[in-house]
Structures are given as C-alpha cells and as structure tokens.
C-alpha cells in the first residue's frame, strides 16, 4: 500500500515555477513513498496540431527549455511513474500522420534525457496501483464535468486522472459492493504562458494543484494559489 503523489499535467517548458516545491511540501506533508506523473510532461508546442503562434521559439529550442524544468522535476522526484499524455505524444503522432516507422522516432525518455528510474507508460494506459486507475484522462468518458467520476462509476473503480485543466477535485460514491472516488488532479502549468494561449477561447481557467492517494482508500485534491507561491 502507497501514499501517492499525483502530479498534474506540466506541460514544460510552461510549468509554473513555483510548482516543484509545491509538489515537494506536498510529497513531504502527506508522507507520500511514490510518484505518478498524470501525462503531458511536455508541451511540444512547435509539433502542435494546434495553431503555433507568432514569434514563439522553434521545436528543438522549445525542448532545450522543457529539458531544463524536466531536470528540476527528476531532480525532486527520481523515480516516477509516467503516464504518456497527448501532448507528450505528439512526436509520434506527427510521424503517423507522415507515414514514418516508429524505428525513425526517439522515445521520449531520450529526447527529455528522463532517468532510468521513470518509468514511461504507453498513451491510454490504466495503470493500477492499490486497485485505483491512473490515467492521462484523454480516454473514456473525457472532456465531461466530473469526468474522473464517471469514469469511475464506469469502471466500478475509483479513477484519478488529469488532462482537463480547469478540474480538480474529488468525488466519492458507493454501490452494494464497494465505495470508490474520481479525482481530477488539476495541473501546473503557468496559464500566462503563451503556450497555453489556444486555450484561451475558453472561459473555464485552469485550476492548478495536484493529488494525494492514501493506500488507494482516499483521495485529496491539493489546490494551488498564485498569490502564495509567487
């Protein structure tokens, strides 16, 4: 059994800054003994399907700067479990969409220099840890409110996932058999980012934070305020 530490959706080199030692005063808070990483490590913003906008860096100076935020995550965190998201996908995505073998493409792990020690997940795997689902959250019933939840009550499992930004939170429910819980861990990313501008024709926000799991039996959603860790 693990008290697990959930960390949202970063998005480097579009973290926000003060996010490691956020994560670091909640590892250290809740005694937690494992680390997941929930998906979309990396932004890669100049391989987007999404419009690029005008004057940012180009794809090999973008992922310079995500190595360097990288660093400081592996550095804290030294063994993780990762969980391929969307965007960190986008490398292989793009060279389905050329027609390239995967035997052309770096794995992620060598293009962010990532440790032996993190161990990176396939895009929609269920990875289950104390009979809870962890998932990117790009999978299922996504892109709903309370979409962890759902989920969950699909599953007759309790789900913790990221992927949607502006959810966090926890909600718990209960049938004959078993009692569970959907967390969304929120993110971290910096929502002044330039990255983030396609999601600014939105008017949900994200909401930044991340999440706790005791023994797969409780959930807690850590939120983030901007003004306590500017």
């Known amino acids: 059994m693990s008290n697990v530490l959930v960390i949202g959706d970063t998005h480097c080199p579009a973290m926000l800054e003060a996010y490691p030692d956020f994560l670091e005063s909640i590892y250290k808070s809740w005694n937690c003994d494992r680390v ?8 890669f913003h100049g391989i987007s399907f999404h419009a690029k906008e005008v004057g940012m860096p180009g794809i090999e100076e973008e ?14 965190f030294p063994k993780v479990d990762y ?76 789900v913790v996932q990221g992927h949607l930004h502006s ?10 058999a078993t009692r569970y819980f959907g967390m969304q861990v929120g993110c971290g990313v910096d929502p002044r980012s330039p990255h983030l501008n396609y999601s600014k024709i939105y008017s949900k926000r994200p ?10 039996e409780s959930a807690i959603f850590e939120p983030l305020f901007l003004e306590d860790w500017r």
């Open 36 to 43: 997941v990483h929930i998906g979309d490590l990396v932004d």
């Open 207 to 216: 909401i930044l934070g991340c999440g706790v799991v005791l023994n797969g």
């Open 63 to 76: 992922v310079e700067e995500a190595r360097k935020q990288v660093r400081t995550l592996c550095k804290l």
């Open 167 to 176: 959810q966090g939170g926890v909600l718990y429910g209960a049938n004959q």
């Open 83 to 158: 969980l391929t998201g969307n965007h960190s996908a986008l490398p292989s995505r793009q060279a389905a969409e050329a027609g390239l073998p995967p035997s052309m493409l770096l794995s992620l792990s060598q293009i962010l220099d990532l440790p032996d020690t993190w161990t990176v997940y396939p895009r929609f795997t269920d990875l289950i840890i104390d009979d809870v689902i962890y998932r990117h959250g790009d999978k299922g019933r996504s892109n709903q409110t309370n979409a962890a939840f759902l989920n969950a009550q699909s599953e007759f499992m309790s």
